[in-house]
């Protein structure tokens, strides 16, 4: 049963990373490219994140797994925000 | 060999060839600098690719401690190509 | 059905490794050169994993992304303006005799993977390749440690270690010989700032967890000496001008310490009438960790220092 | 389920590729940060899985060396030193 549920949310974990990286192709400008990406960091990795969770029922593990997805959210924001930042200034230079 | 084995090894060698390649023509520095740091990682590539031994075998761990040592080194030697890029540079300026 | 699967892998893993190296190399556009070269950091820290490479492996994401990145975009800032900004408008013309030399230089490096790869075969027919994998696996009980590449690099092939680190001592004595370090970086926003809060203390806890797990498992201090390291970057990164480097002799001291505690103990086992590194079985563990440490914090004040780009001064830092 | 692990592996490295196009296209700086950002998180993700796969365990702490210094090139790339010429 927790198999199956650990399935669904590695394959929806997928499906965002798949949604984030066809957004960061098809979509016209960086800043809402950087919508795109945000997408894969917190949402495809954290699915990903809790099916493997599910699936290993190991709590250090989980630990662990936990620590990485906090630590893949703070870097995506940051750098979200850092080239975000970086980018508007050279719009304001030219 | 294994066909993993061989798909990287190969891989290996074509990384080798391409920084090679670069690391003589290319005309920027910076970018001969980062040829030989792709050089040196087809040779890593090799090196792991030879000690693998399979799925859920043991992979021979002489090969992973030299590239282990290796990586550090490379990462030292590239700093100290900037730095001498960097003497280089602020010595002859180029405009 | 899993093993098909992990070839396409393989292969698609294998093609953006190559196509990245060859993408960054043929690019005149220094910036475009340089994030290339990260991201096939990044892939190849995938691919040793794929090997069943974890020690290459942690050492590659400690020092792929959290090294040499840093150390190539801070190259771009002091990079000929003519270069960095070049783009592919202004290809270089060459000479009929230049273009026939760029074909020679190309052909020589194609004919030199090819032997390489004629060699391979040649191995394959040998029966000796098994036997120094085979030597470590009937020694490693008498080594004091568990993990096979920590028992290499600390015990059986202590020597080698011992040079990789006089190895990397000489790069950073090179680095200082050519000049001041280069001017740190301004305070950085709030957002970076609070991530370095406890980014820092994270990265120092995770270096001595794998120095702690390298006797018995992937780590050991060449990984560990790497992320402590990367530490020392974040800082330099958001503007801090106390980064964990010592100054003055301090620094002397931290960068000679792996190659001095290596040869302490292999001296003290000397004059008690052991070869030289020749452990005791029962105090092995115990001296390597000892011997690890001091290398952790010599790697990790190298990398710094070098990273950094020269030695650090007293009066700049007080700004 | 490791029949579904192999699967998703493979999905994601097809998602890597897409980030790759980005990456190789540009245009600027910036664009290709943002891919190389995304490649960054895929290979963690693609590190948890290969970890199970395979059966490594270490992989794990290779994805948290990955996600720990997942914005040092963000920061590298948009720091800027302190007496750098242009402002």
Known sequence: MTDILASLLIMAGLFFFMAGSIGLLRFPDLYSRLHALTKADNLGLGLLIIGLALHLRDPLIALKLLLIWLAVLAAGATSAHLIARHARRREKHV | MLTTQWLYALSGCLLLALGLRSALLHPALLQRILAINVMGSGVFMLLIAIAYRGPGMPPDPIPHALVLTGIVVAVSATALALALARRLTREQPHD | MNATMLLIFDALLLASIIGLAWAALASADARRSVILFIAFGLLLAVAWGRLLAPDVALAEAAIGAGLTGALLLAALQWQPRKTADTTNSEQPTHTLLETGFRWLVTLLCAALAGMLAWSLTQIDAGTAKDALANAVAANIDASGVSNPVTAVLLNFRAYDTLLELAVLLTAVLGIFALGPAQAGYRIAGPVFSSLTRWLTPLLILTAGYLLWVGAHAPGGAFQAGATLAAAGVVLRLAGRDQIGLPRGNALRIALGAGVGMFLLVGLALFALGRPFLGYPPAWAGALILLIETAAMLAIAATLVSAFIGGQPTEEKTRC | ?87
């Open chain 4, 1 to 87: 389920m490791t029949e579904l692990l192999a699967i998703v592996t493979l999905g994601l490295m097809f998602s890597l590729f897409l980030g790759l196009l980005r990456i190789l296209r540009g245009p600027g700086a910036g664009n290709r940060m943002l891919a190389a950002q995304l490649i960054g998180t895929t290979g963690v993700a693609m590190l948890l899985l290969l970890s199970l796969l395979l059966d490594q365990y270490a992989l794990i702490d290779v994805a948290l060396i990955l996600a720990l210094l997942a914005a040092v090139a963000a920061a590298a790339f948009t720091g800027q030193q302190r007496e750098s010429g242009h402002d």
